[in-house]
């Protein structure tokens, strides 16, 4: 168990360094010279040579490359090209609020894709199974972004029931928190439920096929019961999905927080994508790959709680 | 192991509800089995023909192909559709409503919508197709590569196609974009870049499957080339699939697309649902229509993707999903499909039987509107501490008899008549809550294959005391003790260490002993087994037997055990039913069936056995001299020697002929002195 930990801790590692090192060669071969970027067509040569000797710029890519990571491995990001603040800071300034949505999202994704993918899966073939299937295929097709707007349109521009743009730190006002996360949160999180909810419905449905599910029922055990059963034993692909819902999750999040002028990653990306700010475009990169690689460990945890096959191996 | 006579196999298959259109999911739609071998392939295609016309029957497949084929109209067509110049800028048409010369009007900055709404579609259409390429150009041929090869290269692809699906794409999109001076085309082959592991694993997969085909190593061995074979099955087979993902895959680029654009990436000078979705947002509330028709054109032709795919995995699927009936309706077809008359016979009242059934009928969906009737009005009693045994080849409808008896059939089966007595009580068939009450009290179950009917994500321990503790309402304590007496009881040694294990811990002939002691923990009037030894090795079969015949004799329970073996019939039962095509074709005694069969099939089933029965006693003699040996891991309790020599596969030699009137049907007499020990 522990090696297997290990494994996956040192895959996840990899797996980072791999990402953040093409990200850099990539945006930095890409851009060229950073510096036209971030002082505009009017600055002179001298403007630019001292710009890029403070950033260090002006030395061979490759050594820029050791020095980065050189500092990224000690967890230190470098500043920002544009206003000189530490990277790391900036992103912990924003990451909150985008962790917010994503986070509420993938808990409704859970609550409402167990809910109704086990309603459905038990009794296959009803009107709400039917529904359920069409609609998994729409949402999930659908862009986040474009559910987004129809959601802003509906709420909060007709109904006037949530926020239409904004964020409110849990801090000041806690409801008034949950109420800034509740459109985006539900607009991120519509495809996933709808996702979970159909391939719980199948597993389910495969599941409750299975011999042993009749054996136990042949002991008496209550329907309850045997569904418990059902849905441990179908529970392994959902959570797969689970955690490929959360990467989706994340790359959503960016243009759902523009929609809903929300202080996140997002908006950062953007704005730094656009201006050529390399060091914080990195410093996200390795963020959010760590988090993605986080969540399948657990994931992975999880999975082999419940397999006590997968546990062994 | 005795092979019966040779079996038409007319079973009627259970289906369920299963695959009832599964939409796909990114990656991994649901891969339609392979096809059978070279043989089969003028009606595979066949199948596909047909397949394809599946899908323009059903409304949704005709529709959301009319709008995919009429967005990539427009799009390929947009110069001579768009009547205005997209970026022409008109001061008079600001914001303006609709007029016949702009059919939608005119956007914030003067321009037509109409127009712009048609180059768009063209940058949607153009965008996908980059990215879909660049996906299946990436994704199927290294897939094929990775489920061909193997060994290093799929190890490598397989970790890139993990990678690129654990990255955010949304946010090296980002990067890409920046980098490349949001250069369209870039950004489109990126994101075919990010869709390509949905490819990479859909044709691994197939891959895979088709090589591990028989027919592969056979053509392998006739000394054709086994590329050239996996080629023409891996494209007959991934086509379907593929044809699915490239919709999904399309939908999605599409999605990204606008998204991207949404965020103001990407040129501005060609006009993009995606940016006149940003344009519109801005003035929302004054202008809501400029936001609606690219939004409009965006969700339905997503949608009208999405669908496409699942229509068509639908058509693929050659099973039709399974339609759930009302049992109102199941009982009106299963009375339709109902074969007159009765089989079988009783001779007890109900009130004094352990079980008796009355003219049972089980009837099953076969096509939309009909049911197919498997078992013909059947009836069979048993006394209470009666053996019976009840016999047939596969497909006589034996399984579903006493799944029926036990009110376990699948939900897509009907009862659609008879009456039923469980130890003295009429069961309403018609209330299955009231008849499933039963289950574990006074009715008991063994299955046939012990390992699949065993749950692997619990130990023994808690599969075996959770109905203990749940429908018996025994402490933790008590539970555990009666489940390790129960262990024990079964012949198994360490009781303590199997209630600790995962059924995959466990062989084979310990997990039937652990299904065993799981039927009779709760003390049934009747036990049900279902051909409770033709999953184990011949020599765990005996003890198996040896183990059910203890337990019914100690406890007096009424045993009903299904069987397509005589000579599990000669060492066990008291009586026999010999069951073919959904009847019952003789009911009597073992004695009597052996000796002076009535019906010529039951003659015939017996001959059957008997072909063979010199090999086999001859093996029965080397196992009687080896069985001390046997099966060390389960100690089979305490067995008289002579029982132990009768195997389940013992067949009545002695009735070869010459020994009709001889006592018993087995050489050793070993079941009459079984039945006589009562």
């Keep these: ?275 050529g700010d390399i060091p914080i475009l990195l410093g996200i990169t390795v963020v959010t790959v760590a988090f993605v690689v986080l969540v399948n460990l657990v994931l992975d945890l999880l999975l082999g709680w419940i397999n006590p096959k997968a546990r062994q191996s | 192991m005795s092979t019966p006579v040779s079996s038409p196999a007319t079973g009627t298959q259970a289906g369920g509800a299963g695959t009832a259109g ?80 702009h059919l939608l009007g005119g956007d914030s900055q003067g321009r037509d919508v109409l127009s712009r709404l048609i180059w768009g579609t063209q940058t949607t259409v153009y ?19 990775a489920g061909y090869f193997g060994g290093a290269f799929d190890r490598i692809s397989m970790w890139v196609s993990d990678a690129l699906q654990a990255v955010p794409g949304m946010i090296i999109l980002l990067i890409v974009a920046a980098a490349s001076g949001s250069n369209f085309v870039v950004i489109m082959i990126t994101v075919g870049v990010f869709m390509a592991p949905g490819f990479y694993r859909l044709t691994r997969s197939t891959v895979l499957s088709v090589r591990s085909e ?89 949608a009208a993707l999405a669908i496409f795919g699942t229509a068509l995995g639908d058509a693929l699927a050659v099973r039709p999903p399974a339609k759930r009936l009302s049992a109102a309706r199941k009982a009106v077809q299963a009375h339709d499909a109902a074969v007159p008359g009765s089989t079988g016979q009783v001779t007890l009242a109900g009130a004094e039987s ?108 808690y599969q075996l005391t959770e109905p203990l503790r749940t429908v018996h309402g025994r402490s933790k304590e008590q539970a555990r003790a009666e489940v390790l007496a129960a262990l024990t009881r079964v012949g198994i040694t360490d009781p303590e260490r199997v209630l600790r294990s995962y059924p995959h811990q466990l062989s084979g002939g310990m997990a039937q002993r652990v299904l065993i002691a799981g039927a009779v923990a709760g003390k049934p009037k009747v036990l049900v087994a279902d051909e409770p030894t033709t999953a184990l090795d011949v020599t765990v079969q005996a003890e198996v037997l040896e183990l059910l015949r203890e337990l019914q004799c100690e ?8 069987t397509h073996n005589f000579g599990v019939v000669a060492d066990l039962c008291d009586r026999v039913v010999v069951m073919k095509d959904g009847s019952a074709v003789e009911t009597g005694t073992v004695d009597e069936v052996f000796n002076r069969p009535a019906d010529p099939y039951t003659a015939e089933l017996i001959a059957a056995c008997l072909d063979d029965a010199e090999p086999r006693v001859t093996a029965d003699a080397r196992f009687a001299d080896a069985s001390g040996a046997v099966d060390a891991g389960t100690a089979a309790g305490p067995v008289p020697a002579g029982r132990r020599a009768a195997t389940p596969t013992s067949t009545p030699a002695s009735a070869e002929g010459e020994a009709a009137d001889q006592a018993g049907p087995t050489p050793s007499g070993t079941s009459i002195e079984g039945s006589a020990a009562k």
């Excluded at chain 1, 061979?60 to 800071?89: E, K, M, Y």
């Excluded at chain 1, 459109?183 to 599941?207: C, D, F, H, K, Y």
């Excluded at chain 2, 980059?130 to 996906?135: H, L, M, Q, Y």
């Excluded at chain 2, 406890?555 to 299904?562: P, Y």
């Design chain 1, 1 to 275: 168990m522990l090696q297997f930990v290990i494994r996956r801790v040192i895959s996840g590692i990899i797996l980072v360094a791999v990402v953040s090192s093409a990200t850099f060669f990539l945006a930095h071969l890409a851009i060229g010279d950073p510096t036209i970027g971030l002082l505009g067509s009017s600055a002179t040569q001298d403007q630019m040579a001292s710009l890029a000797a403070k950033i260090g710029t002006d030395r061979p890519l490759i050594v820029q490359f050791f020095d980065w990571a050189g500092h990224a491995l000690t967890g230190d990001f470098g500043d920002s090209w544009r206003n000189f603040q530490s990277v790391s800071s900036q992103i912990g300034l924003k990451l909150p609020v985008t962790l917010s949505i994503v986070t509420f999202a993938i808990l409704l994704t859970a609550v409402f894709g167990a809910l109704l993918g086990i309603a459905t899966g038990l009794r296959p073939g009803t009107v709400v199974d039917r529904v359920l299937q069409w609609l998994s295929v729409i949402l999930f097709a659908l862009p986040g972004f474009w559910v987004a707007l129809v959601l802003v349109i509906t709420f909060a521009v007709n109904l006037k029931w949530f926020p239409a743009v904004g964020y409110v730190q849990p801090g000041t006002s806690f409801s008034g928190w949950l109420r800034s996360l509740a459109l985006p949160g539900i607009s991120l999180a519509l495809g996933a439920v709808v996702m979970v909810a159909s391939q719980l419905r199948n597993a389910l449905v495969e599941t409750s096929q299975l011999d042993y599910v009749r054996t136990l029922r042949s002991r008496g055990l209550s329907n309850a019961r045997v569904t418990l059963h059902m849905v441990r034993n179908a529970a392994p692909t959902s959570l797969t999905i689970l955690a490929l819902m959360f990467v989706g999750l994340l790359g959503g999040a960016v243009v759902v927080e523009q929609i809903f002028a929300l202080p996140g990653i997002g908006a950062l990306t953007t704005a730094s994508s656009q201006n």
């Design chain 2, 22 to 101: 599964a939409p796909g999911t990114p990656g991994t739609p649901g891969t339609p089995g392979t096809q059978a071998g070279p043989a089969a392939s003028s009606s595979t295609r066949q199948a596909r023909g047909t397949a394809f016309s599946r899908l323009l029957r059903k409304p949704e497949g005709v529709i959301s192909l009319v709008i995919i084929a009429l967005v990539i109209l427009v799009g390929i067509l947009a110069p001579l559709l768009s009547p205005q110049d997209p970026n022409f800028v008109n001061l008079d048409i600001v914001k303006a409503p609709a007029s016949p010369e």
């Design chain 2, 127 to 145: 965008g996908a197709a980059i990215a879909v390429a660049f996906s299946l150009l990436l994704g199927v041929p290294s897939g094929v590569a």
């Design chain 2, 214 to 302: 028989p027919y592969v190593d056979a053509a392998v061995v006739a000394g054709m080339s086994p590329f050239k074979i996996l080629l023409k099955h891996v494209l007959r087979t991934v086509r379907g699939p593929v044809i699915i993902q490239t919709s999904l895959t399309a939908g999605m680029a599409m999605g990204m697309q606008a998204g991207l654009q949404f965020l103001s990436i990407g040129t501005s000078d060609t006009p993009s649902w995606g940016a006149m979705m940003m344009e519109g947002f801005t003035i929302i509330r004054q202008h809501p229509t400029l936001m609606l028709w690219p939004s409009l054109a965006l969700g339905l032709t997503i």
């Design chain 2, 354 to 461: 352990a079980v008796r059934i009355d003219e049972l009928r089980v009837a099953y969906p076969s096509s939309k509107n009909t049911m197919k009737e498997v078992v013909h009005g059947i009836s069979l009693d048993v006394r209470p501490g009666e053996v019976l045994g009840l016999v047939g080849e596969s497909g006589s409808g034996k399984s579903q008899t006493v799944f029926s008896l036990l009110g376990l059939l699948p939900e897509t089966a009907a009862v659609g008549a008879g009456e039923l007595w469980v130890d003295g009580t009429r069961v309403d068939l018609a209330n299955l809550g009231a008849h499933r009450k039963l289950l574990g009290t006074t009715l008991g179950y063994i299955p046939q294959e012990p390992m699949s009917n065993l749950d692997p994500s619990y130990t023994v321990g």
């Design chain 2, 555 to 562: 406890d007096g329970m009424a045993l009903v055990i299904v």
